[in-house]
């Protein structure tokens, strides 16, 4: 084990996808509890945004070995929280980010003496063919399916840092596994709010599946947790601590938005057999955009899929901070504010052009 930094010295992380949706929630928290953060970013918009979040930017991108290294002079620990996470595309583009950008983050960690890595990987790295999974555990191995490329380049991520384990004295991984991810200003609800707009929304199964989630912020917690507890090489699931079902926990996302879906259903079996011939079409005919449904999409909600999550109680001291049910009120206060703002920028529009 990794002897850990004396409690009272301000420590330096650096955030990779510091302007994504769970950077953005990890950042602040960080801070909050004082740590020095940096945050990269490939683009002048990504790191003005981590700049916004309180925290130094410097300019490099996954690809670039080199420039990794000078942004992570002086850091103790990473959080590699950067991915490219679809449903559909090209299996090239997902090894581009998630496999060789691991590559790189973990080569440049090495070479510029970090501690520790900590990463966030995905429970779905343990899903193979569509089967029940109930309760399942670190034991289980990964899978890398055809179908899914995202799951499978994540699991093949995770070999990376395994294998850096070692490999330079002083440098560790770890990776924490989440579930469906959730919270304010998740970027999946408001595809899922169009969806069910058109009328385009079915029920998998009926929606019955048992189903793991995880909000944000007690993702947050455990990958901070992570930084100093966690063993060296591990891998836990982390949740909710409460399992739900795809409906209930659906149902009451898009509730948070005004939103109400029909109480249609498409047979699991079918709805596989459609994403396959729908795959087919997208890449033989090269259409634009993504399928309206897909295998990847069908196998990380289409079975019941929930999490055992006694390895990060036990060794990371990790408990859920926030419940379901506070999470799903803030949802709901935040588009009540939305919807407020917008609101007074119509009634503003309007007398604006009163005066006109």
Not at 14 to 21: A, H, I
Not at 80 to 104: C, D, I, K, S, Y
């Amino acid at each position: 084990m990794i002897p850990l930094p004396e409690a009272s010295a301000r420590r330096t992380a650096l955030v990779t996808g510091g302007s994504g949706f769970v950077g953005g929630h990890l950042i602040p928290r960080l801070i909050s509890g004082d740590w020095q953060v940096r945050g990269i970013g490939r683009s002048a918009a990504s790191r003005s945004a981590v700049a916004a979040l309180g925290a130094e930017t410097r300019e490099a991108d996954l690809c670039d070995q080199a420039a990794l290294e000078r942004a992570m002079a002086g850091v103790d620990t990473v959080f590699h929280v950067a991915a490219h996470f679809r449903l559909w595309g090209p299996r090239r583009t997902f090894r581009a980010m998630n496999v060789e950008g691991t590559r790189n983050v973990v080569a440049a960690a090495e070479r510029a003496g970090v501690r520790r890595i900590v990463y966030v990987s995905a429970a779905a790295v343990v899903m193979g063919r569509p089967e029940l999974q109930r309760g399942v555990t670190e034991d289980l191995p990964l899978h890398r399916m055809g179908f899914a490329p995202y799951s499978a380049s994540k699991a093949e991520a995770e070999d990376i840092l395994r294998a850096a384990n070692g490999r330079r004295e002083g440098l560790s991984t770890v990776a924490i596994r989440p579930p469906f991810i959730w919270g304010p200003d998740m970027p999946a609800l408001d595809h899922m709010v169009e969806t069910v707009k058109a009328g385009q929304f079915q029920w998998v199964a009926g929606g019955g599946q048992a189903l793991s989630t995880c909000h944000v912020d007690n993702l947050c917690h455990a990958l901070i947790l992570a930084a100093d507890r966690g063993q060296e090489g591990a891998a836990y699931f982390v949740s909710d601590g409460i399992d739900t079902t795809l409906k209930a926990f659906l149902t009451r996302l898009l509730a948070s938005r005004g939103v109400i879906p029909k109480d249609r259903a498409v047979p699991f079996g079918m709805a596989w057999t459609l994403a396959g011939i729908m795959g087919m079409a997208w890449r033989l005919l090269r259409l634009r955009g993504e399928p309206p449904i897909t295998r990847q999409m069908l196998r990380l909600i289409g079975k019941d899929f929930t999490l055992d999550i006694s390895r990060a109680r036990t060794e990371l001291g990790y408990a859920p901070i926030l419940t379901p049910e506070a999470g799903f009120r803030e949802m709901e206060r935040a588009a009540t504010g939305r919807e407020a703002d917008a609101t007074a920028s119509r009634h503003g529009a309007t007398h604006l052009a009163a005066q006109a």
